[in-house]
């Protein structure tokens, strides 16, 4: 069964700098597009950053030239380097990936999400 599983979100400072990372195990055939959304308390949870099996990338408005996302495709890992971090950066942070389980079958998954709080 496929299983995301996110990691390295916390508390930080305004300015500072964390890296997530989601990994996917679990039946994989193939993953197409990973992501990362991020939802505020009593907001919609939004995109923030996309990347495809081939590299190519897309940024929310709010988040480049700050934010990085990449991929390790030999390990099923995406990630994404936060910099230049603002409190209304603040949000849970869910991966999200695009998976083939078959040659026929593809589900888009989601991580339970981690928190990233930015407060001084």
């Known amino acids: 069964q496929v299983q995301l599983v996110e990691s390295g979100g916390g508390l930080v400072q305004p300015g500072g700098s964390l890296r997530l990372a989601c990994a996917a195990s679990g039946g994989i055939f193939s993953v197409r597009t990973m992501g990362w959304y991020r939802q505020a308390p009593g907001e919609q949870r939004d995109i923030v950053a996309t990347?495809?099996?081939?590299?190519?990338?897309y940024y929310v408005d709010s988040v480049k030239g700050r934010f990085t996302i990449s991929r390790d495709n030999a390990k099923n890992t995406v990630y994404l380097q936060m910099n230049s971090l603002k409190p209304e950066d603040t949000a849970i942070y869910y991966c999200n990936a695009n998976i083939a389980t078959t040659m026929f079958e593809r589900t888009s998954y989601w991580g339970r999400g981690t928190q990233v709080t930015v407060s001084s």
């Open positions: 990347i495809s099996a081939d590299g190519v990338t």
